[in-house]
């Protein structure tokens, strides 16, 4: 079945450094979107990649689809103590309307 | 900024019982969703709901849920004779998905515990 797969499953890093987290899905995709959820909390969008688009920015975020090998990778630049949270990549597939979500990143920004 | 609501916060019921999750959708979006998440589990899809009918369920959602739209503004989850294993958060989403827009946009969550 279809699924993001997240790695690593935890990283923590300082304040300022930049922080990478990759996605990995099964099957063909219409568009992949990355959500953060602070713990107990709802869900944010971040940023939405469709298939036909290899790379991504909002802000510090940058995001990247490669469809060749079915995987993205969120880059959040400069990163700040309220980044700490955990990341999730979630894919549609074509026709289809509901998220699947992979297990997540949890961040920890060090100040 | 229009935001997604749900209410209650926390609803604590005994097994057996039914209880009614509660969300306001972004006004002008179309599409509605639910999804839960069981305690360090990922996110998982219940059901999406277009145009005052199911568009789309999960395995998950068999006879024991029921969605409704009873008003214009409302979007609710019914869960019949609840579970243990139906402790978990519950989060509404709403998308306007029109002009490929696909992003979902989720409220804060109803953390149900079943005793």
């Known amino acids: 079945s279809q699924q993001g797969e997240e790695d690593p499953q935890a990283l923590s890093i300082q304040e300022g450094e930049n922080a990478t987290m990759n996605c990995s899905y099964k099957?063909?995709?219409?568009?992949l979107q990355w959500y953060r959820q602070n713990s107990g909390r709802g869900l944010v969008h971040l940023i939405l990649?469709?298939?036909?688009?290899r790379e991504k920015h909002s802000g510090r975020l940058r995001v990247t689809l490669d469809t060749s090998k079915k995987s993205s990778s969120l880059l959040i630049t400069a990163s700040r103590a309220a980044d700490t949270a955990s990341y999730f990549c979630a894919t549609v597939r074509q026709g289809a309307q509901k998220l699947v979500f992979g297990q997540g990143t949890r961040l920890t920004i060090n100040p | 900024e229009p935001e997604v609501t749900q209410t209650p916060s926390h609803q604590v019921t005994q097994m057996g019982q039914e209880v009614i999750l509660r969300c306001v959708p972004i006004?002008?979006?179309?599409?509605f969703y639910w999804y839960r998440q069981i305690l360090g589990q990922k996110v998982e899809f219940l059901v999406s709901?277009?145009?005052?009918?199911?568009?789309?369920k999960s395995e998950i959602f068999d006879d024991q849920f029921s969605v409704e739209r009873p008003d214009g503004s409302n979007f609710t989850l019914k869960i019949r004779s609840t579970k243990l294993e139906d402790s978990a958060m519950y989060f509404c989403?709403?998308?306007?998905?029109?002009?490929?827009?696909?992003?979902?946009?989720f409220g804060p969550g109803t953390r149900l515990t079943v005793t």
């Open positions: 006004s002008n979006h179309l599409y």
């Open positions: 099957t063909s995709i219409n568009n």
């Open positions: 990649i469709r298939s036909n688009e």
């Open positions: 989403a709403s998308s306007p998905r029109t002009g490929g827009s696909y992003e979902q946009y």
């Open positions: 709901f277009y145009n005052n009918e199911i568009s789309e």
